[in-house]
């Protein structure tokens, strides 16, 4: 993954000059997401259905978001983004079981997913279409402990943790004089078995300095560590809210 960070920072280096922002620029955004999880978890070789044997549903998604943008040449503009999941459920696990828990036995399941994005990003165009590139660096960090309702077992827990360089793309076309846009962005990586898709898509109504956004996000994580491994995806419709200076 390492050669893929420098491979795609040596890209952008070389769009750099294309487009600045004329003044430095500041925004902020909060959202909520409505989504729904679906795939397997894996430890040591036991396999788990999330939806149809653990039954999860959503408790709390989150998503904050700031931004910088400079006119000075050559260097990137800086956004931080912060996303967190968190899932409950009661369900019942197949005969297989897993990781400890036998098969047939209800179980309380509980997963969270935190991820904070930093991304170094260029305009590459800025009027009516604005189109930004860059890269990511994720910190990614995921649970999945599954435990029998009846406490006689010892919790099964799988974890997923990693610093992820990913792809960075935005595009968005603004109505002139109307305040309306549509748009969508996206970070995407696929190396060495793993691979890790983040997209969504909106639309946006400004009013003065205010931004509110509604639209449709689609993660897909397919990420082993060590013996652990999520292959989910979640998805489902957001709403935001936010400030741009």
């Known amino acids: 993954m390492r050669k893929l960070m420098l491979a795609v920072g040596g890209s952008l280096f070389l769009v750099a000059p294309v487009s600045q922002a004329d003044v430095v620029g500041l925004g902020a955004s909060v959202s909520y997401w409505n989504s729904d999880l679906s795939g397997q978890a894996a430890n040591n070789g036991d396999v788990v259905d999330v939806e149809n044997d653990l039954n999860l549903d959503s408790d709390s998604n989150a998503n904050a978001s700031l931004y ?58 800025d009027n009516w279409v604005n189109l930004d ?34 792809g960075y793309l935005a595009a968005r076309f603004d109505l002139p004089l109307t305040g309306v846009s549509v748009g969508a962005e996206g970070n995407f990586i696929s190396f060495d078995g793993d691979s890790l898709h983040d997209f969504n898509a909106y639309g946006q109504y ?10 449709y996000r689609q993660m897909s994580i397919d990420y082993e560590d060590g013996n652990d491994r999520l292959d989910v995806e979640i998805g489902g419709p957001f709403v935001s809210a936010g400030v741009s200076f």
């Open 68 to 125: 910088l943008e400079h006119p000075v040449p050559l260097l990137p503009n800086v956004r931080l983004n912060y996303t967190v999941i968190e899932q409950s459920g009661r369900g019942r696990l197949g005969a297989s079981g897993f990781v400890g828990v036998p098969g047939s036995v209800d179980v309380q399941s509980d997963f969270d997913l935190d991820q904070l994005d930093l991304t170094l990003y260029y305009e590459v165009l």
């Open 133 to 166: 590139l860059g890269i990511t660096a994720r910190d990614l960090s995921g649970e999945l402990v599954v435990q029998d309702t009846g406490g006689n077992f010892n919790a099964s827990e799988t974890k997923v943790d990693g610093v992820i360089p990913m």
């Open 206 to 215: 400004e009013i003065s300095l205010i931004q509110f956004r509604a639209g």
